[in-house]
């Protein structure tokens, strides 16, 4: 089974930085696509970043958030700058296996595993 466990999540003010990390339980990491969603509140749960054979960012955050993966610690990260009180959500890590190797979605129900997610408040 894997587990995916998310940290870093807290209150920044705008203009702020924090870095998410969310490590991942297992052998096969590497191998896996991650992708970082987030859920607004009163929104759907929407695509932020993900990491696989490329990285994909949903235009809101490009030039701002930035992920990234260390595999020998089985662990991606999402630094996230010069944060907006829109960027406020509970932001989830979620990882995705194909045969093909490490494809990124940025569909919820590509990915079969799924941390607790952490919350990310940007007060304005």
């Known amino acids: 089974q894997v587990q995916l466990v998310e940290s870093g999540g807290g209150l920044v003010q705008t203009g702020g930085s924090l870095r998410l990390s969310c490590a991942v339980s297992?052998?096969?990491?590497?191998?896996?696509?991650m992708g970082w969603f987030r859920q607004r509140p009163g929104k759907e749960r929407e695509f932020v970043v993900a990491?696989?054979?490329?990285?994909g960012y949903t235009d809101s955050v490009k030039g701002r958030f930035t992920i990234s993966r260390d595999n020998s610690k089985n662990t991606v990260y999402l630094q996230m700058s010069s944060l907006e009180p829109e960027d406020t959500a509970v932001y989830s890590c979620?990882?995705?296996?194909?045969?093909?190797?490490?494809?990124?979605?940025?569909?919820?129900?590509?990915?079969?595993?799924w941390g607790q997610g952490t919350q990310v408040t940007v007060s304005s």
């Open positions: 990491i696989g054979g490329r990285t």
């Open positions: 979620a990882a995705r296996f194909t045969t093909l190797g490490p494809i990124i979605s940025t569909t919820p129900n590509a990915y079969t595993y």
């Open positions: 297992g052998s096969t990491f590497s191998s896996y696509a």
